[in-house]
């Protein structure tokens, strides 16, 4: 199979994932293509700010999972169960692990915004694998 071939059905797979139609036997596919770059773009975009949405929630339940146990504790002077160090251990992976989430989401948001050829590059080439 051609390298040609194997673009156009990346882009056809793109096209189908974004919900644009083209019509690659006529001569003049730039503007479509340009199209679909410029879609793909926003799409990246717009699920990388999903993500840090969801990272900033699931940190913020994370975190006050553990405010509300530890004061718990405090309150009631008591010593730490079972329960309660499972429950604050379990949060605070969940909250490291957003706050790792997050880190890495915001770097492929800057990443998107300052280098888009980079990330539809990197995009097409898994596709071709």
Known sequence: ME????????LDYLCRKLGVVVDWSQ???????QD????????????????IVLTCVIAS??????????????????E????????????????A????????TVLELIEVGTIPEKTLFDYVSSQMR
């Open 3 to 10: 390298v040609s071939k194997q673009i156009i059905e990346v």
């Open 27 to 33: 001569g003049n596919v730039m503007p479509y293509v």
């Open 36 to 51: 679909l770059y410029r879609r793909f773009v926003v799409w990246q975009i717009a699920t990388d700010v999903f993500q």
């Open 61 to 78: 339940v994370s975190a006050g999972i553990v405010r509300w146990r530890y004061r718990y504790y405090i309150r009631e002077n008591e």
């Open 80 to 95: 730490w169960g079972d329960v309660d160090f499972i429950c604050i251990a379990i949060a605070i992976m969940f909250f």
């Open 97 to 104: 692990g957003s706050v790792m989430w997050f880190v890495c």
